[in-house]
C-alpha cells in the first residue's frame, strides 16, 4: 500500500497563464493498492461524491497510465482517496488527481520514474502545466514547453508574502474557462503581460509585496472570463487602492487568489471580508501557507 500526499495549487497568478503556479498547504491523499481483481475507489471527505468511482477517475486513469509506461502490470486495484482541496473550484483538485494516481502508481512499481518524468506525464493528461508542476515541485513553479518536452524551475517564494484565497460555492469546468478564450491576443497585450509577470518573478522572488497589485494584472484570459465569475472584477476593482494587495483569478476560477503583505494579513483578511460583504459575494476567505515540497509519497 503507498500513499501520495498532494498539495493544492493556484496557477497562473494573473499574468502567467499556462506558465506560473504556486503550490498551497491544503492536501489531497492518495492510497493506492493492489488486489486481486477489479478496480474499487473509496473517496471521503468535501465534495468526495462527486468523483467517479469507475474507470473515469482520474487517479485511476493517471495510475493505469503510469502502469502502461513502465510495462507494470495489476491484477486489480483499490484507490482511497481523501479530500482536503475544494473541488472544481480552480484550487488543482484535478492535478492533485493526476499527480497522486502517478506518483502513488510510481511507488507501486518501485520508483522507476523520476519526477521530471511524472510531470511529463501529468502534463500531458492535464493537457497544460501549470497546476501540475507546483504540484508536483512545490513551491513557486514556472513552466515553458520546448519541442514536446516540458521543463519547471521551482523556486521559494518570499516569506513576505501570504496567499489568502477567496472561495465561492460554486463550481467551474476548466473546459468551459478555457472555451472562452481567444486564438490570439493583441501583441500590446501580450507586452503588457510579459512586463506583469516578469514582475511577479521579482516581487515573489524579491519580496515585494508593495508590487503586487501591479505584477497580478492580466490582459490575456481574465477579461475573457470575468462574465463566467461576476465578482472578480468587482473585488479586483475595490482592492485596486492597495498596492501590497495582488488579485487574480486562481487558475481557471472560480476562487481568486490575492497575493497580500505578510505583514498586514490581519488587517487585510478584515478588509477582504469586508469589501466581498459591501459587494454581496459570498466567498470563503482562507487564509494559507505555501506549500514548498510538492508531492510526498509513504509506503
Ligand atoms: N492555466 C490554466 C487555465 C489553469 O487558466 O486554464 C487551469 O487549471
Do not use: W
Not at 512545490?138 to 508574502?161: D, M, W
Not at 482592492?239 to 494579513?265: F, N, Q, T
Request: overall charge negative; hydrophobic content about 45%; proline content about 5%.
Amino acid at each position: 500500500m503507498v500513499q501520495a500526499i498532494v498539495p493544492a495549487t493556484t496557477a497562473n497568478l494573473g499574468p502567467g497563464f499556462d506558465v506560473l503556479g504556486l503550490a498551497l498547504n491544503l492536501y489531497n491523499t492518495f492510497t493506492l493498492s493492489e488486489i486481486e481483481s477489479g478496480l474499487v475507489v473509496e473517496a471521503s471527505g468535501n465534495g468526495a461524491e462527486r468523483l467517479s468511482k469507475d474507470e473515469n477517475n482520474l487517479a485511476y486513469i493517471a495510475a493505469k497510465r503510469l502502469f502502461d509506461e513502465t510495462g507494470h502490470s495489476v491484477g486489480g486495484l483499490r484507490i482511497g482517496i481523501d479530500m482536503g482541496v475544494p473541488l472544481g473550484r480552480g484550487l488543482g483538485s484535478s492535478s492533485t488527481a493526476i499527480v497522486g494516481g502517478l506518483a502513488a502508481a510510481n511507488e507501486l512499481c518501485g520508483g522507476q520514474l523520476s519526477r521530471q518524468d511524472i510531470f511529463a506525464l501529468a502534463t500531458e493528461i492535464e493537457g497544460h502545466p501549470d497546476n501540475v508542476g507546483p504540484a508536483i515541485f512545490g513551491g513557486f513553479t514556472i513552466c515553458y514547453a520546448r519541442q514536446e518536452a516540458v521543463h519547471a524551475v521551482s523556486l521559494k517564494p518570499s516569506n513576505n508574502i501570504k496567499p489568502v484565497v477567496l472561495i465561492p460555492s460554486s463550481m467551474l469546468e476548466t473546459k468551459k474557462a478555457r472555451s472562452v478564450l481567444p486564438e490570439s491576443v493583441a501583441m500590446a497585450d501580450a507586452v503588457f503581460n510579459i512586463g506583469r509577470s516578469s514582475i511577479l518573478v521579482a516581487a515573489l522572488l524579491e519580496g515585494r509585496p508593495d508590487m503586487l497589485r501591479d505584477a497580478m494584472e492580466d490582459r490575456l484570459h481574465q477579461p475573457y472570463r470575468a462574465p463566467l465569475v461576476p465578482g472578480m472584477d468587482l473585488v479586483i476593482e475595490a482592492l485596486s487602492s492597495y498596492s501590497d494587495i495582488g488579485v487574480a483569478l486562481s487558475g481557471a476560477g472560480p476562487s481568486i487568489l490575492c497575493l497580500v503583505a505578510r505583514s498586514k494579513e490581519a488587517e487585510y483578511v478584515e478588509l477582504i471580508k469586508g469589501v466581498l460583504a459591501e459587494l454581496g459575494q459570498d466567498y470563503a476567505v482562507v487564509s494559507l501557507e505555501f506549500d514548498l515540497e510538492g508531492v510526498t509519497v509513504k509506503n
